[in-house]
């Protein structure tokens, strides 16, 4: 991770792994259903029904696709709860139409009303932007564009700077429009993004359809990085893998996916937390960073408050095996390590081992003091490693 990192300043142009990612994705298939796999920034689903139709999902991906049926409470609610404005931005989705396109596909609403609805009416597709006055910054109408009955990638970004607004259809620019709309205008970061419907404007259409890999960009996509979209859909680059288990339900003779244990994301979640990809103490002991390593780490949490350590090594530490290593990871120092140890269900043991000079690089690792390593057994050290610590759970 951190590798890559200074890889990429190194090689900003070349390499397709430097290409930006979207900020949040949410996948939508049977294995994640809300959950977002980037920052933990779940959607939620409406309070009084949070069982789903899954269909078959887009071939390249490993899971089935939500799929809303146009009936009353079918859609999803994504909140944004951004501290600052949002300047450029996109968003980006796989959309199975049932039959003609017809409907809101989003509705992005802040507190004083629309900011964004992008919309299907009569075969063609209408996107719209407003300011946080409801002054409109930008709109376009692209005829003909989703087929019926088919996969549709779909693409649309509005640039800060021009008010340039831009639509991709499977990977072409369709629509590349920079009209009179006022330049530099800002969107409201707080607001709530509903998949399927409109929010407030009774009588629009619900769109029925299939959807997989909904993602936003703080940020307007090349063509190459429209390309890549499709990789943040696979398990293999999110940050959190969710465990979900769905129980099918048979209603009104459809057979539905449940979520059982929904608990409706936190409405306090106004902070992101920190990314902590060096622990530190505030990864450990506030509420909201401690949850995101958990879930980052797909770790769960111990009940233990306190626990006696055993020093079993110096200057020596196990030779990790996959199936005994529960965590590696940079942190500040030594103590965080034992701290985590304490925290972690499952953790049995840990060694901790100074860096070595060069041995991390780039700007977020400045702090990284100490390699920690949790085990879930207590395994030899046999492994010399000078000035390392290995401890294990007593
Ligand atoms: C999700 O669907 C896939 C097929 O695409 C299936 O193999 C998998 O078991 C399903 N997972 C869950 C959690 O339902
Ligand atoms: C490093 O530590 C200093 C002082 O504790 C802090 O101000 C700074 O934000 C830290 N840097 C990173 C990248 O965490």
Redesign the pocket.
């Given at each position: 991770m951190l590798a890559r990192a200074l890889l990429c300043v190194a090689f900003l142009a070349q390499l397709t792994d430097c290409l930006r990612p979207p900020k949040y994705v949410w996948p939508l298939?049977?294995?994640t259903v809300h959950r977002e796999v980037m920052s933990g920034r779940d959607a939620h689903l409406p309070a009084n029904d949070q069982c789903f139709v899954?269909s078959d999902?887009y071939p390249d991906f490993?899971?089935?696709a939500l799929t809303l049926t146009g009936e009353d409470g079918s859609f999803v609610d994504f909140y944004m709860r951004g501290k600052s404005d949002l300047n450029d931005l996109a968003v980006s989705m796989w959309v199975f139409p049932i039959g003609e396109p017809e409907g809101t596909i989003i509705n992005y609403m802040c507190e004083t009303g629309n900011v964004i609805k992008i919309a299907v009416l009569e075969s063609l597709l209408f996107v719209s932007f407003w300011d946080e006055y409801g002054v409109s910054v930008g709109a376009t109408a692209v005829p003909e564009l989703l087929v019926a009955d088919a996969w549709n990638h779909l693409v649309i970004s509005r640039e800060y700077e021009s008010g340039r607004i831009k639509v991709f259809h499977n990977g072409g620019l369709v629509d590349d429009i920079d009209d009179d709309f006022p330049n530099k205008i800002p969107l409201p970061g707080k607001g709530s993004m509903r998949l399927g419907s409109s929010q407030k404007d009774k009588g629009d259409t619900r769109f029925k359809g299939r959807f997989a890999c909904f993602q936003f960009y703080m940020t307007t996509p090349t063509e190459a990085e429209v390309k890549a979209s499709k990789d943040f859909c696979k398990p293999d680059k999110w940050k959190i893998i969710p465990e979900?288990?769905?129980e099918t339900r048979t209603i009104d003779g459809v057979e539905k996916?449940c979520v059982t244990d929904y608990v409706e994301p936190s409405e306090m979640g106004n902070a992101e937390p920190k990314e902590c990809e060096v622990m530190d103490m505030a990864c450990l002991v506030s509420g909201l960073n401690w949850n995101w390593v958990l879930r980052k780490n797909n770790w769960k949490a111990s009940s233990r408050d306190t626990a006696y350590f055993h020093r079993i090594a110096k200057d020596q530490i196990p030779t990790a095996s996959d199936n005994s290593i529960l965590g590696d990871f940079f942190a500040t120092d030594k103590k965080v390590c034992t701290r985590a140890c304490l925290r972690v269900k499952g953790c049995r043991a840990f060694s901790a081992t100074p860096l070595q000079p060069g041995e991390v690089e780039g700007e977020s690792a400045a702090n990284a003091t100490t390699r920690c390593a949790l085990y879930k057994k207590i395994l030899e050290a046999t492994q010399d490693k000078p000035g390392a610590v290995y401890f294990s759970l007593r």
């Open positions: 298939g049977n294995t899954f999902g490993p899971y089935r979900i288990t769905l996916g």
